[in-house]
């Protein structure tokens, strides 16, 4: 691959993450405090790529031989002593017809154009966020064990005061099934999630994430109400409710029953994952 | 200094006919995808693909910029830090350099990506394989965050922070000595290890960013690689089968080893996903915390393109099953038993 070639990716890929960065999509893919990541990470993929086409441009080349595909083919001057440094690596110089005969090299020369997957991943198709396929493929009782991070009912601190409370959904299912203090009995909360219709039962679903969307585990609460059989997958709602006391037990995988008083359709939230 | 390209002739290659060029193809795949690109997006509206297709931009998304961290620091290393210099750091015999390079690894507080690059530029500074694998095994998995990441998914359990600890450095101390006893020079592709030349004044800013540039090159696209098949056995391997293990401790600790490896998670984030699997002991989590870092598809894919298929057969299961041996003796000494 020529260099030319290199560098052109090098600028695709590192302006799609700071594309990401800046529209703030980059929230369907990793956790809010990658932010500074992709942001320098594109940064400096662009600044290589471009002082690369810069030194090519107005460097001193007379020294070098192009063959008719633009390949360099001889360093001499100790002036490019850290080129030659660099191109004599066969795997970094710009040789089209080098990676097809000399074996070796030619899987490092051809990888780079993978590069290519993830631009035009993001620059044309955009994977939305991960929603109701994916919480149906991972198992249930994951959610309520990690949420609380112990395997033993412990007392929770207080809720906040309030007709209607909003509750983080992993907060909530973690109350419903560990919470020694019961803080949620006769509590109203509000809780933002998406629908997921599963087995004749319709449940609110949010996903976590610890860094990226790979390892997303899923938090569940089954709705129980008037119109909720209405729903369809991957439909954003703010359900209110309170929850049904001994729902959250092993058998049920700790997840708990939510008695549905009020449901509004909302769009999207800006980061759809819980941290 | 010797030029290599002056030492191969490669006149025979010169073909007077034009040959299509990189630029080209990449001119056309673009403006091919760009009229393909509501194809595309109806093709991909099935859920599964949907899925994996957004896992895939994750892992790239979220590795990338530890990767350009990586290839900063061993252009850094290969410009600015003469091979005397860290020849000087180390001791002197290998056997004792090994545990300084694996302790070292506390320094370099990223993911597993960036390790490799700068493994393989001390290599080529001098430094012996060995110490620069026992580095390469040991900087993701014993460095401040992931431990403390550790810490905050296993409140209960503080233990597993040094059951962690200790059984990430021996297994890249255990490696690193394997590699100074039984390791065999050629198994690493030439390219990797040769030596480049001392720069001087300006030059060594040159330097430092064409090596950046063309290992970032190089390894983005085997970065890629694990990205796509780290996407793929996410969405194909059901999760549950996890669950139904339960109390099989043997069972347990072999299935997650593999989990590990076929996941390949990030090893700030692992320690969640194992804490999440429910009814299992910890002892399998442990394995599962240890191989990670150390052995993974996204990491063998990188390996192969940066050190060679053929160390990288033999690299990746002799570690796997250090790794796993290094855990379960961890998990018997710090979690008491099986846990």
Known sequence: MRRETQNILLILAGGALLKISFTGAYLQYVKPAHLPWLVGGGLVMVALAVISIGRDLIGPRPERAETPDGTHERIDTPVDQADAAVTADPSHAGHDHGADHEGEHNHSARSAWLLLLPVLAIFLIAPPALGADSVMRTDNSAAASRASGTDGRSLFPPLPQGEVISVAMSDFAARAAWDSGDSLKDRTVRLTGFIVAQEDAVYLARLSIACCAADAFPVKVKLDGEGTSALENDMWVEAVGQVQMGTATKETDYVPTLTVTGLSQIPQPENPYEA | ?339
């Open chain 2, 1 to 339: 200094m010797t030029d290599v390209s002056t030492a191969e002739p490669r006149a025979t290659e010169d073909k007077p006919t034009r040959r299509i060029t990189s630029l080209e193809v990449l001119c056309v795949l673009l403006v091919v995808a760009l009229l393909g690109q509501s194809w595309l997006t109806s093709w991909l509206d099935v859920g599964s693909i949907q899925t994996g297709a957004t896992i895939f931009v994750a892992v790239c998304v979220q590795a990338l910029p530890f990767l350009v961290l990586g290839v900063l620091i061993s252009g850094a290393i290969a410009a600015f830090v003469p091979a005397t210099a860290l020849n000087r750091l180390l001791p002197k015999k290998q056997a004792a350099a090994v545990p300084v390079a694996g302790v070292a690894g506390v320094a370099l507080p990223t993911c597993e990506c960036a390790a490799v690059p700068v493994a393989r530029r001390l290599m080529q500074q001098g430094v012996p394989t060995s110490v620069a694998l026992a580095f390469l095994l040991a900087a993701p998995a014993v460095n401040p965050v992931v431990l403390v990441a550790t810490n905050v998914a296993f409140p209960n359990n503080p233990e597993m922070v040094a059951a962690r600890l200790v059984g990430s450095l021996a297994t890249a101390i255990i490696m690193g000595w394997l590699w100074a006893r039984f390791g065999k020079a050629e198994w690493i592709i030439e390219r990797a290890l040769r030596r480049l030349p001392e720069p001087q004044g300006r030059t060594r800013w040159k330097l430092f960013f064409e090596t950046s540039r063309a290992d970032l090159v190089d390894a983005g696209g085997f970065l890629v690689i694990g990205g796509l098949t780290a996407a793929v056995l996410n969405v194909a391997i059901p999760r549950s089968w996890v669950d139904t293990l339960g109390e099989q401790i043997v069972l347990g600790v072999i299935v997650m080893a593999v989990l590990a490896v076929l996941l390949a998670l990030c090893s700030e984030a692992d320690a969640f996903v194992a804490a999440s699997i429910s009814g299992m002991p910890l002892l399998p989590k442990l394995v599962f915390l240890v191989v990670g870092p150390a052995i993974d598809v996204k990491l063998f894919a990188l390996q192969t393109g940066t050190f060679g298929r053929s160390f990288a057969m033999r690299f990746a299961p002799a570690t796997f099953v250090v790794a796993v041996a290094c855990a379960v003796v961890a998990g018997l000494v710090f979690l008491g038993g099986i846990g």
